[in-house]
T-cell receptor
């Protein structure tokens, strides 16, 4: 089966600019996650979708970050405006369901550098 | 919320020796504990997981043990090989709440 797809793979922007990331989960996976992984740290959940509804966005900086999954398949994550501390790898993951015990499959990530 | 601590942050072992990575969690209700391996520049991949109703699970050279009373779980890799070199992350989850990751252990296998 095809894995989780993400684009772009790399992005360099200046602070205060905007950026958007795209994710296509594994076909049939109802749950989609966006994680932020800062260098040297573990992934931190930003937002979790179940189909097209938000399950958890408690750690999403909502003043600058937004995400949507309008048709319950693809998702986009946007940052506007970007700050230096947003430099990180943004990982998208998907799983069949959100209950514990179902493997989360990660995409290759988007490496964002904010200068 | 859940907090997961992971030790050590770096670990070097001679090829063929064993490696052990330990994690502790704070939420006694957590019931799912996966381990992910992340090679440099690549995505995290699940290598083994354990549920709270099991004390130990093995898969070839990899094993995970869980002590619910002490709220800690460990990853054991035996007969280490150069391809085991990577960053390993533990994680903990309760029900359908978010997966909380540890800070990672960079494992280096010395040939």
């Amino acid at each position: 089966e095809a894995g989780v797809a993400q684009s772009p793979r790399y992005k360099i922007i200046e602070k205060r600019q905007s950026v958007a990331f795209w994710c296509n989960p594994i076909s049939g996976h109802a749950t989609l996650y966006w994680y932020q992984q800062i260098l040297g740290q573990g992934p931190k959940l930003l937002i979790q979708f179940q189909n097209n509804g938000v399950v958890d966005d408690s750690q999403l900086p909502k003043d600058r970050f937004s995400a949507e999954r309008l048709k319950g398949v693809d998702s986009t994550l946007k940052i506007q405006p970007a700050k230096l501390e947003d430099s990180a790898v943004y990982l998208c993951a998907s799983s069949l369901v959100s209950s514990g015990g179902y493997e989360q499959y990660f995409g290759p990530g988007t490496r964002l550098t904010v200068t | 919320g859940e907090n997961v601590e992971q030790h050590p942050s770096t670990l070097s072992v001679q090829e063929g020796d064993s490696a052990v990575i330990k994690c502790t969690y704070s939420d006694s209700a957590s019931n799912y504990f996966p381990w992910y391996k992340q090679e440099l520049g690549k995505r995290p991949q699940l290598i083994i997981d354990i549920r709270s109703n099991v004390g130990e699970k093995k898969d070839q050279r990899i094993a995970v043990t869980l002590n619910k009373t002490a709220k800690h779980f460990s990853l054991h890799i035996t007969e280490t090989q150069p391809e085991d070199s990577a960053v390993y992350f533990c994680a903990a989850q309760f029900g359908n709440e978010k997966l909380t990751f540890g800070t990672g252990t960079r494992l280096t296998i010395i040939p």
